[in-house]
């Protein structure tokens, strides 16, 4: 792979000469990036020396090649040569600039035009990371696709003690190793993704919805994406931002859900039905607002058509994959819903556990993965983006299984 290393301004600058030296020897090439902050710590020479090649300080700091005419569009070229993004440290600035796509140095333009998988790792001072402001911006990055390594915990430069440390070098290259090799495996696929809630009008002001806030969903398509798979979206309501390279159809009913997944099914590969569907609606909405009684009075709702049994009906030799989201006897329902949905996986977790701190708002998450032939796999607690990465491995294990099927 070919790897683009950006190096921050923190104490920590000096561990990159270990990063690199680590992603080399498992075969990478390395470009540098250095910020001009990086360099009050560390010597361009020190990575030059280790990489063989010139390191990048700066915007007007001359095109590697030499040509200075291609000097100005030099970041447009590094981003295109390189496969993966590292940056390590990735200081509380740099995730500031990054979240809010600010470009006013070359790592920052390069971050910009980037399209490939970025592997950010953190470091600074304690206060500074369990900050707002950059909890908020880390947030923005992780659901944007990007993979956040660390940071650990221990002693820190200024001489406290918390969250802050870079993580040591040769568990970076490790992470970042792992994650190579996979990247393209969905290629091949399109990828059909549902997420979020549905919201079901009751008048012309009020409706009824649930509490997914759409993270696995999102989760799911940054993954997709970053493997290389055409990615269409599927999204009920929700406060997040859109992934990176995915094809985002925003609905909001139960009703619309439906009709932009049959639109969608054709080029469908795979799909994804993880979206909280409403069960019900109103199928007659009142024009005018509801006045207020003083008596009690009730709504007849009907039921919304189950998009993930209609699907299954019509799905061919397409992979569909279901949720269940129960709040009791997760594997004996995940099973049935694989049954009467006619799915080849159902993703089954337990929700409305705020005890648990798992389910709908939650950044991390454990399922049980039911499969047709009856296998259960439990994917421990772990942040939705990873789980996303494990559920996309079990889907392409189906694939085999299903042909001979076919
Ligand atoms: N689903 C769907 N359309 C609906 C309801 C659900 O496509 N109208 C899909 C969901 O996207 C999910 C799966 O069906 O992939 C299971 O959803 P869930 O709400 O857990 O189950 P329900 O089928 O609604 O059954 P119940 O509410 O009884 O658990």
Known sequence: MRILLGVGGGIAAYKSAELARALMEAGHTVQVIMT?????????????ALTNQKVITGMFSGPVDGDILSSAIEHIRVSQENDLLVVAPATADLLAK?????????????????TGPVFLAPAMNNNMWSHPATQSN????????????GPDSGPLACGTVGAGRMTE???????VDARCDMRRDLDKETVLITAGPT????????????????????ALAAAAAARGARVILVSGPVALPEPAGVELIPV???????????????????????AAVADFHVADIPRQKLKKTAARFSIEFDPTVDILAEVGRRKGNRLLVG??????NLVEYARRKLETKNCDLVVGNLVG????????????????????????????????????DRIFDHILLLRPALHQAG
Request: no cysteine.
């Open 199 to 218: 919201q079901e009008p009751l008048d012309p002001v009020r409706y009824i919805t649930n509490r997914s806030s759409g993270k696995m969903g999102y």
């Open 323 to 328: 949720f269940a989201a129960e709040t009791e």
């Open 36 to 48: 001009a902050a990086a360099q009050e710590f560390v010597r361009p020479l020190t990575f030059a």
């Open 353 to 388: 556990g705020q005890a648990t701190g798992t389910g709908f708002e939650a950044d991390d998450n454990e399922v049980v993965l039911v499969s047709r032939d009856g296998g259960i796999t439990h994917l421990p607690f772990a942040p939705k983006r990873e789980l996303a």
């Open 169 to 175: 070098p040769e568990a970076i290259a490790a992470f």
């Open 252 to 274: 909001r009913t139960a009703n619309e859900m439906f009709r932009a997944v049959m639109d969608h099914l054709e080029p469908a590969t795979i799909i994804v039905k993880s």
């Open 138 to 149: 880390l947030e923005m990055l992780r659901l944007r696709g990007h993979h956040i390594i």
């Open 98 to 114: 990054f979240a809010h796509g600010l470009a006013d140095d070359f790592l920052s333009t390069v971050y910009l035009a980037f």
